[in-house]
């Protein structure tokens, strides 16, 4: 998404992808030092004489046109791997062409756990994390200073996997909520009626799993409807552009994040740190580490298979794959092609440092959610937890 509602976070993932192709190709591509999409669609990198191309199409996060950039890339470009995206419903949409086409899908930055879940297919393999790891790192951090809750989501796949990973992740660390959960379409820009039930619903904190710009609305109508006030805001950390405008009166919380450039200790990340502020003028934020890793994962599995980018070479290789990134080693769980990472919980010390340096580290975790499989795919989960994470 180049264009849409969630440009922010292509941003993230377009720069992080062709730094990651150049790290784990050992030089630049053809469009130089810095990708720019409005001056080129197409940058070419190298492992020893075997050229990779990369093709870069703006879907603005519309279903419709990611099938429609997907089948020309796979129609007329040829491509052997498709990456993307950051809607999680465009990302379903992928997920069928991928599996029409017999290629596979490397899912970075959607979170839906139906993407590794009831959406599951062979090709469909992530480096993002999904709503249940998300839940679990941050529901570590909330039960340690809250104990109950009401949640708001996004009436879609994403939402909806995030509160039902939420209220089963911090039930069993001890939490309650105390009301249903709430869903509001993604479209919505007047949050009063949903802010009107969470403050009737005498919980300690309100847990916020929001994406793109109706977020400033919905704090908005906290503040308006008092919320603020009186219940803290349970929401993981999010991008380094907007952590100053929501978080400001946050300071000194803790909370969990994905990745935030100031928590990992590794080559990879070193690399993003010093390549990003260079080429950019940033740190990386919140899904540079996806999009990073994304681009190690192409170039590892195309070594794996010694040059042979069928999708059944591919898809062999890539189950059960084991990479290091910018957020240190990544597997892909063979049963569901979840990919188990670290993540991470930091306390908010600032918001005004000017390279969003805004945390003081406190612990890293290394969530694994449970088989999301659907019912006719069940016996793939082997002997991991199924359907939640007391398996229940």
Excluded at 172 to 178: A, C, M, P, Q, S
Excluded at 265 to 286: C, E, I, S, T, W
Excluded at 351 to 363: C, H, L, M
Aim: proline share 4%.
């Amino acid at each position: 998404d180049a264009s849409g509602a969630l440009a922010i976070y292509g941003a993230h993932i377009l720069r992080s992808f062709m730094l990651g192709m150049e790290y784990a190709t050992g030089a630049a591509g053809s469009a130089g030092e810095k990708f720019d999409i409005t001056q080129t669609q197409e940058n070419v990198f190298k492992i020893d004489d075997c050229e990779i191309q990369v093709f870069v199409r703006d879907d603005g996060s519309n279903a419709e046109n990611t099938a429609t950039v997907a089948r020309e890339l796979i129609d007329v470009q040829k491509v052997n791997i498709l990456v993307g995206t950051v809607s999680s419903g465009a990302t379903a949409t992928l997920q069928g062409i991928a599996l029409e086409s017999k290629i596979p899908l490397i899912v970075a930055p959607a979170a839906a756990n139906d993407i590794t879940g009831v959406n599951f297919n062979e090709y469909t393999f992530r480096v993002s994390r999904n709503n249940y790891q998300d839940a679990i790192n941050e529901c570590k951090a909330l039960t340690q200073q809250y104990k109950k809750f009401v949640q708001i989501a996004p009436d879609y796949a994403f939402g909806r996997g995030s509160a039902a990973a939420f209220r089963d992740a911090c039930t069993l660390d001890g939490g309650t909520f105390v009301a249903d959960d709430i869903f509001a379409p993604l479209d919505t820009t007047d949050f009063t009626p949903y802010m009107d039930q969470i403050a009737a619903s005498d919980a300690d904190a309100y847990i916020v799993t929001w994406a793109g710009s109706g977020f400033v609305a919905l704090m908005q109508a906290a503040t308006d409807q008092g919320v603020t006030e009186n219940m803290s805001l349970g929401a993981t950390f999010i991008d380094n552009v907007l952590m100053p405008t929501f978080f400001a009166n946050a300071v000194g919380t803790t909370a969990g994040i994905l990745y935030h450039y100031s928590a990992p200790n590794n080559p990879a990340n070193d690399f993003l740190k010093a390549q990003d502020k260079a080429r950019y003028g940033v740190m990386p934020d919140l899904f540079d580490a996806d999009g990073m890793n994304a681009a190690i994962m192409v170039v590892e599995a195309i070594k794996a298979t010694n040059g042979d980018v069928s999708g059944d070479a591919l898809k062999g290789v890539m189950e059960g794959m084991t990479f290091e990134g910018p957020k240190g080693i990544v597997f892909i769980r063979p049963e569901d092609h979840v990919a188990i990472q670290d993540m991470y919980i930091l306390k908010l010390v600032n918001v005004t440092d000017p390279d969003a340096n805004f945390y003081e580290y406190v612990d890293t975790t290394r969530p694994e959610p449970p088989c999301l499989l659907p019912e006719t795919l069940k016996a793939r989960c082997g002997t991991l937890p199924y359907g939640s994470l007391s398996g229940q």
